[in-house]
């Protein structure tokens, strides 16, 4: 049985011996009070990520799920090189970035036809018909575009050698438990191993993997197949857009070394020891963001420890990243381009 560490003991790991990355208890406590009034309204709730991204898919059936697993399986590095020169897609008289430009060339690649969703399909694409499908409205392209071939051709391989076809198989597998979920992912698809090495230890953050356990319990509203009870065990998923939410929250503190990397827009790479104090301190942050707005609403007599989980506080800070983007400029994201988030 291969050992697959857990995100949340590696993010205290990390926390506990990291020098140029800080969890600021105060602030993770002030961010808590700033969103208990929040935490019980619809934005931070589950029906959130149908009602407030029209991307995602209306129903909470079979291809629902498959979409999911193709749009995690390629949920990885959106961020522009400059600010003016970005990856675009334009979908229904709208324009996209970032991830929902992903989002945005599946549904167009949908609706022209295309059974992008389906495995049989993805797992023979070739590297034209990928370049094709997620082709840009700018000369920008979409980055790392042979690996999400590779990877795609990977997954779909998977899925039709061992799980009938369908992402669904899996989850029904599960027994509904996000655990099991995780784990099954991570036994069956190399591209979902997000670890690294940390003073001489092996460490998790599996940030896609977390979030395919997450957005399939999201669309499927959280019932039948979907209704993981143990769904509060994941953590938040740490990219480059989480962590720059919490340093501008004041949750989080960098050295004033790292930060000078950062603003000079230093490229790191994946498993570097900055980017893994980044992403295991914000992971342990927002841990200690969900414990602080759960003893908050304990003191007033609720127990919110259904509706207060590490993915509900995940998809309203970033959220939150992209509706204040603005203020939050001062703040730079770390660079890494690979295909872990």
């Not at 694409?125 to 700018?138: A, I, N, W």
């Not at 076809?165 to 029904?172: E, H, M, N, P, R």
């Not at 599960?174 to 001489?200: G, I, T």
Request: hydrophobic residues 40%; negative net charge; charged residues 30%.
């Amino acid at each position: 049985m291969e050992v697959f560490p857990s995100p949340l003991e590696s993010a205290k790991f990390i926390a506990e011996h990291s020098k140029d990355v800080s969890v600021d208890e105060e602030g993770a406590r002030r961010v808590a009070e700033s969103l208990f009034d929040k935490a019980s309204a619809a934005e931070f709730g589950l029906a959130g990520w149908k009602s407030l991204h029209e991307l995602n898919p209306r129903t909470a059936d079979k291809e629902a799920v498959d979409w999911v697993f193709l749009v995690d399986t390629l949920n990885f590095s959106f961020w522009s090189e400059q600010e003016d020169r970005k990856y675009l897609v334009k979908y229904k008289d709208k324009t996209y970035s970032g991830y929902w430009s992903l989002c945005a060339a599946v549904n167009r690649a949908l609706d022209d036809g295309m059974p992008i969703t389906s495995a049989s399909y993805f797992a023979t694409m070739t590297l034209d018909q990928v370049r094709h499908v997620f082709r840009s409205d700018t000369e920008v392209p979409l980055p790392l575009i042979e690996e999400r071939h590779r990877v795609l051709n990977e997954s779909g391989i998977v899925l039709l050698e061992k799980f009938g076809g369908s992402f669904l198989t899996c989850v029904k597998m599960s027994e509904k438990s996000a655990q099991k979920l995780l784990r099954l992912v991570l036994e069956n698809f190399p591209s979902y191993r997000d670890e690294a090495v940390f003073e001489k230890k092996k460490v998790s953050f599996y940030k896609r993997a977390q979030i395919l356990v997450a957005d399939t319990w999201s669309v499927l509203e959280g019932k039948g197949d979907g209704s993981f009870d143990d769904i509060s065990s994941l953590t938040i998923f740490a990219d480059y857009r989480i962590p720059q939410v919490l340093v501008h929250l004041k949750a989080m503190k960098y050295s004033e070394e790292l930060m000078k990397k950062l603003r000079e827009g230093t490229l790191f790479q994946s498993g570097d020891k900055e980017e893994v104090e980044i992403r295991g301190c914000s992971i342990w942050c927002c841990a200690l963001i969900c414990k602080h707005l759960q003893e908050l609403y304990q003191k007033k007599g609720q127990d919110m420890q259904e509706k207060i989980n590490a993915v509900l506080l995940d998809y309203y800070l970033w959220d939150y990243a992209r509706d204040h983007r603005e203020e939050m400029k001062d703040i730079p994201f770390h660079r890494v381009r690979c295909i872990y988030y």
